[in-house]
């Protein structure tokens, strides 16, 4: 307990020790607060004295001018109205001063704080001349703000302004609403109309970078003033709720109305042909992107971010088909020369053997210019998977390759129709007995062209085109990635329709060229008398020309053929047809198909055109009757023809067969079918088949 006691008694005196300098500080604000507090209570007294004395001297002025307080205040009334009249005296000519100053603002205050009273006592005849006057002058002055806004050099600030100050003067809401929408519709237009005229030049993304930017600018500084003159301003009582409404109508009529007209000006200018390259327009798209999203949400009128991508793609897609009309372009012109080069005299008068070598030439090269034309396609078309710095195309990726892979597929098939085309422009030519083009060498190649493109060119394209997907995969990345894949080019599907085309091609050649023989064939039975005075001494003319022209297209066949064996040793000789040997004689006659089948061989082609020429020589013959000397020369020549043609078309060709009916037809048709002798006329044809066998 000691212990404790000492140990408190220890930690008071330190306490009081700590504490010491604030205890005397404590002691002396005491001090002062009691000499304070003893002065205030005389200073309380002095104060009241004095506004007691205040009271008193109030008092006695209150009283002093009691009298004349009424009699003041009436004086300052009329001083105030003598101030309001002189004002109102005065306010045409501040009016008019106001007005030839263009201080337009000051004029409306002035007019908006009188315009009340005059109405008021305009019955008055003074009231009434000062109240028609500056009516006159305020009408005057509406005229000149309605032309300020109407004119297209009047800034869009002032013509703000200018619609405040008609706002303030009662003009009524929807013809100037109207007013402001025109005048800044003409203004902005205007500005589209410069962009618009300006020459196409190298420059393309500064010309889309101001385009933007100067556009963008005065269209949201509009649509904010009109905001603020005829939406923001209204109340929401009944009747304003429907004019804002409808300013609110009008505003996105016209926003959509100018911001479609500003993305046409440069869909335009990015769509015409020019120095700028494509990555130069994807450039450029992607600053008209950005420029339209960075104030896209202070124009919600027009969904800015929609429209925009409609361009970005519209152009991109424009700028794909015109890569596709330049190869279809090149093509087409490299095809027309290959024609020509088919028609000209060091080709057709070399020998055989050249021929063949010349035309093995000209296929490989069509063939490379077409494939190599589509390479740089395809390796050109990988501009638009190129990264850019906003990335702006990754959602327009997929819609790019889809398009792409469409504009592929319809260029093979334009190949296709374009042959078609040569096609048709050879056979009228023919018709025509255009010498030049009489040929069919160069419908050949088109053939061999198709040929290739089943074999190995779809092939080819379908790996470009995987190539090209996978760069697209790589520019969009991410899982969204793996949606992409090629839906349209379908291999088989492709490669079936070059093979049709192909088939066509030779169709037609057949055809054709079989007409050709039938038309010589005809020409010789019309020219001969029916009662041939004379016997037959040897085969006429006419028969050697047409072995002739059968020995030129057997040339034809066998350069085509030998190109296409060399070229393709892995493919047979069955492409266009069910079989590739030598059709044979049936045991009993029967009627032969002139318009059969034809399979992709030497032997079943010329066998087809050496059938439908015969046909046109047996239609000739059925129209006519003959004599036994005539009768005789039909058999030499029919001869002849069956032993140039049998080494060609094999013995049991069914040539040989409309041989047969070719004779019996002019048998049954003549006066004395009297047959000549077979050894009579093997020894009239043997130096003619000597002659051509020698030629060939």
């Not at 045991?587 to 087809?608: A, E, N, Q, Y």
């Not at 013959?621 to 005789?632: C, D, I």
Request: aromatic share 6%; net charge neutral.
């Amino acid at each position: 307990m000691v212990t404790e006691i000492k140990s408190l008694d220890g930690d008071m005196k330190s306490l009081v020790y700590e504490n010491y300098n604030k205890f005397i500080s404590a002691t002396d604000t005491i001090r002062k607060m009691k000499s304070n507090v003893e002065n205030m209570e005389s200073e309380m007294a002095r104060l009241s004295k004095d506004m007691q004395q205040i009271t008193d001297c109030s008092n006695k002025i209150e009283q002093a001018l009691a009298p004349r307080q009424q009699k003041i205040e009436q004086l300052s009334g009329v001083h105030n109205l003598l101030q309001k009249l002189q004002f109102l005296v005065a306010l045409p000519a501040r009016l008019r001063q106001c007005v030839e100053m263009e201080q337009y603002d000051q004029a409306v205050k002035y007019f908006t704080i009188t315009s009340g009273l005059l109405s008021q006592y305009h019955h008055l005849p003074s009231f009434h001349s000062i109240h028609q006057e500056c009516e006159r002058i305020i009408s005057d002055m509406r005229t000149q703000l309605k032309e300020k806004i109407a004119d297209p050099k009047t800034q869009p600030s002032e013509v703000s302004e200018v619609a405040t100050y008609l706002i303030d003067l009662s003009e009524p809401i929807p013809s100037l609403r109207q007013l402001y929408l025109s005048s800044r519709k003409v203004g902005l237009e205007n500005m589209l109309n410069s962009f618009e005229a300006r020459e196409n030049g190298p420059q393309l993304i500064p010309f889309v970078t101001e385009l933007s930017q100067s556009f963008l600018i005065e269209l949201m500084y509009t649509l904010q003033s009109y905001r603020s003159l005829f939406i923001n301003r209204f109340d929401e009582n009944k009747l304003d709720k429907k004019d804002k409404q409808e300013s609110a109508k009008q505003l996105e009529s016209f926003a959509l109305d100018v911001f479609a007209r500003f993305l046409n000006v440069g869909r335009n200018k990015l769509s015409v042909p020019g120095p700028a390259t494509s990555q130069e327009k994807i450039n450029a798209l992607e600053v008209l992107t950005t420029e339209v999203m960075k104030v896209s949400s202070r124009i919600p009128e027009v969904s800015a971010a929609d429209k925009v991508a409609n361009v970005v793609n519209s152009t991109l897609l424009k700028q794909i088909a015109g890569y596709f009309t330049r190869i279809e372009e090149t093509v087409a012109g490299q095809l027309q020369a290959v024609n020509k080069a088919t028609t000209r005299e060091e080709m057709t008068k070399q020998p055989v053997s050249q021929q063949i070598t010349m035309f093995n030439q000209l296929c490989e090269s069509t063939n490379t210019l077409v494939m190599k034309e589509i390479g740089e396609l395809v390796e050109g078309l990988k501009t638009f998977f190129a990264k850019t710095d906003s990335n702006f195309l990754s959602s327009h990726y997929g819609i790019i390759f889809d398009n792409i892979e469409v504009k592929l597929q319809t260029f093979l098939l334009f190949l296709n129709i374009e042959m078609q085309k040569f096609a048709d422009s050879w056979e009228r030519k023919v018709e025509e007995k255009d010498k030049k083009n009489k040929s069919g060498k160069f419908i050949l190649l088109l053939v061999n062209l198709c040929l290739y493109l089943e074999r190995k060119g779809v092939s080819q394209v379908m790996n470009m085109a995987q190539d090209l997907l996978n760069v697209a995969k790589k520019a969009v990345g991410g899982p969204s990635s793996s949606d992409m894949q090629i839906k349209v080019l379908i291999a088989p599907e492709l490669a079936q329709r070059s093979k049709e085309c192909g088939q066509k091609l030779l169709a037609r050649y057949v055809k054709v060229e079989g007409q050709k023989i039938g038309t010589l064939l005809r020409r010789g039975i019309e020219a001969m008398p029916s009662l041939v005075k004379k016997e037959p001494r040897e085969p006429r003319l006419v028969v050697a020309l047409v072995l002739n022209d059968i020995s030129d297209i057997s040339k034809e066949l066998e350069a085509i053929f030998a190109y296409t064996s060399a070229s393709s040793s892995s493919s047979n000789s069955q492409v266009l047809g069910k079989s590739s040997s030598v059709p044979s004689v049936p045991l009993f006659d029967k009627k032969v198909d002139v318009f059969g089948p034809l399979d992709f061989t030497p032997v079943s082609l010329l066998t087809g055109i050496v059938k439908i020429g015969l046909k046109g020589m047996l239609e000739s013959v059925r129209l006519r009757t003959f004599g036994r000397n005539a009768y005789q020369q039909i058999q030499v020549d029919l001869y002849l023809v069956r032993t140039v043609l049998r080494p060609l078309l094999g013995s049991h060709s069914p040539v040989d067969q409309m041989l047969t009916e070719v004779e019996q037809s002019v048998a049954e048709r003549c006066t004395d079918p009297t047959s000549m002798e077979t050894s009579i006329i093997i020894r009239l044809c043997d130096e003619k088949v000597k002659q051509i066998n020698a030629s060939s």
